[in-house]
């Protein structure tokens, strides 16, 4: 008998397609990563830098973080943005979890296509785009819904965006725009739970709101946490809706009412570049540890 034995040159062997989709997702997480040093860790540390120097350089420490918390408007902009983010927050998660609830309990027919696709659509316009809209159906002289603003007391433009109206105003504006997105991602999650478990549910008599309430939203969980992350870091940089609004009633909203316009006034109108950093690593510190928070306490990386 003769063995036959493989040339040195026939060693090599094709990559398995295991080893292509490993190198396919290298690929993508280096892409990924090229782009947050260049779009999110080094305009990070350019900030952190400005925050504790001054205009020529210089260490300063905190004194760019006093001098900004000191101007008179700092703490007004601070209550408005968490005033607008609780709104948001509970209105997103008790209508976005409502809603997809519903359009699951409509299965897989073409009118739950058809909200869904709905939904959606607000999501595909710009910020600066959206906002416009609202623009457009918040005054009452040209508004389709100019009855019912009448009918809510709202004659002009000016009553409708008084400063008492515009966080329910902003949140009514993110909602529209934003909620229809997560919706979409809560009813995928929905799908995701096992069809046992809810079989065993409806065998044991649960009702739709104990099965809502006692299994689906308790596995919806860690979704949730996410969108609450993702919202909550969103919310904190309220610029466009207040800023167009300012614009649009001539100051009535007024430029400093968030805290990202704030940011924005101390490096365009003073020319305080260094105290707009402060501020911006504020609300980056901020951000970072509510979302450590609702990390730790939902146990978000807790195998299931």
Do not use: C
């Amino acid at each position: 008998m003769t063995l036959s034995h493989s040339p040195s040159g026939s060693a090599r062997r094709r990559p398995s397609g295991t080893d292509r989709q490993s190198r396919a997702g290298i690929a993508f997480v280096a892409a990924y990563v090229l782009l947050l040093i260049a779009f999110g860790i080094l305009p990070t540390g350019y900030a952190v830098y400005f925050a504790f120097t001054d205009a020529g350089g210089t260490f300063t420490g905190f004194s760019n973080f006093v001098t900004t918390a000191q101007d008179f408007r700092f703490l007004d902009a601070v209550g408005h943005v968490a005033l607008y983010l609780l709104f948001w927050l509970v209105s997103l998660v008790v209508f976005v979890v409502s809603l997809a609830l519903l359009l699951h309990r409509l299965a897989s027919g073409t009118l739950s296509k058809s909200l869904r696709f709905l939904f959606y659509i607000p999501g595909a316009l710009a910020g600066a785009a959206s906002v416009l809209v609202w623009l457009f159906m918040l005054d009452p002289t040209v508004s389709p819904v100019s009855p019912l603003l009448g009918m809510l007391g709202f004659d002009t433009f000016g009553e409708v965006i008084a400063p008492g109206n515009l966080p329910l105003l902003f949140t009514v504006i993110a909602f529209w725009t934003g909620a229809g997105g997560w919706v979409v991602v809560i009813y995928g999650a929905l799908n995701n739970i096992p069809t046992d478990v809810m079989e065993a549910a409806r065998i044991d008599g649960a009702g739709a709101w104990q099965t809502a309430w006692h299994i689906q939203i308790p596995m919806l969980r860690k979704w949730i946490v996410y969108m609450v992350i993702l919202a909550f870091a969103g919310g904190a940089q309220l610029f466009v809706e207040p800023q167009l609004l300012s614009l649009a009633s001539v100051g009535v909203a007024g430029r400093d009412y968030s805290l990202n316009q704030l940011t924005y006034d101390f490096a365009f109108q003073m020319n305080n570049v260094n105290g707009a950093a402060a501020v911006s690593v504020e609300l980056l510190v901020v951000s970072v540890s509510a979302a450590a928070v609702f990390v730790a306490r939902s146990g978000f990386f807790d195998a299931d």
